[in-house]
């Protein structure tokens, strides 16, 4: 079924809790609906939403608001084939090689418009390992094969097998192999400026795994999980690591239901190993010889460094601009702290930290979040 309405409120549908409008709001409920709607005649600019969960809405929206409500999940084989997987909707074929990536993969089917966090909800009691360190993200699954959502040492990339959609332009049904989606940090083929906007996610194939896999090399997750499980005599399962996520992620990001947000506002820059070298030494220099700057190495030589830290060395930790704030626990998400916040406001944050971080470090924080 497809509902239109005009003026919508999207307070609702955007999780930074921006109060403003679309002109257009259609909403549909299945795969076959999407043929119906005729692109062509849509208002313009057209704009598909998922959860709203990784946008700042800066002004009232002049164009159509798609949103799916395709919302179904399905397991497809458990014969773990490992060549040839034939998908449910009997016209297209899944290569997959799990020899690369998942062991004896369980392929699940996930309509686009199924909350992300209820799909590693229903994974774990399912007893099937990938995505539970993903749990507790805000956001649909479409738009999370979108962004390439991660956390904790897992990109939805990893177990993602193929992405089907219906192509706005040439109006037919397509997929895309996971090596087609050409994924980066928070990037895909989806963002890129030749096809923004042209393909609509209708569902994604998971390849999950009933065989464990547990990815517990980030940070202190091991530590953690490993209290966990010895407080509840608990076997390693997904739901467990799940639980320990969810807790994480509680005490350290803010509760998108009490505190609109888009998770982290900016994305972790990477910098010359030499910049990091000269950061690392002017950061002893103020801090102790025996301080340590948090970083990654990159395969190719690159450093990437939190801009959490960045900020908070800035200063901003904590600190409030009319209705916008810098989260405390976790200083690369900026908050709506009053639910009053406008749209200038956040901006106006963001830039005042872009600039201090780019006089204090030399380096250029770009936003996660996609300005509307
Ligand atoms: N840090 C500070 N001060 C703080 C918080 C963090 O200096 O107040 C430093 C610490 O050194 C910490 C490091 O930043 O070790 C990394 O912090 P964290 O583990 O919280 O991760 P992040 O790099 O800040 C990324 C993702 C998050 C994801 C976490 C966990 C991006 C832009 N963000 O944040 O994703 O939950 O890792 O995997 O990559 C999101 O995308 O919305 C999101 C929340």
Redesign the pocket.
Known sequence: MIKTEYYKDLTKMNTFGMKVKARCFVEYDSVADLVDIEFGDLARPVLHIGGG??LLFTDDFKGTVLHSKIDFIEILDESHDPQLVQHSDRTSLCHFDPAKRVEKPVLVSVGAGVVFDDFCDWAAKEGLWGVE?LSY??GEVGASAV?N?????VEVKDVICRVYCYDTVEEEFVSFGVEDCRYG??DSIFKSPEVKGRYVVTHVVFALSRIPQPRLD??HLADAVKEAQSARASELTPSLIRKVIIR??KE??PEPSVMGS???????PVIAHEHFERIESAAKAEHGADYKV?HYDLPDGTV?V????????CGW?GRRSGGAAVW??????IVNHTGEAFPEEIIGLEKRIIASVKQKFGVELHP?VDHI
Do not use: C, H, T
């Not at 959502?149 to 040492?153: D, R």
């Open positions: 969960s990784n360190n993200i805000p962004q959502i991660g956390a904790y040492g940090y928070r980030y940070g994480i992620r350290k990001l888009a998770g982290s506002f900016f994305k972790n948090p990437k939190p801009a959490a830290w960045m900020i908070e060395q930790k405390d626990k976790q200083p690369l998400v996660e």
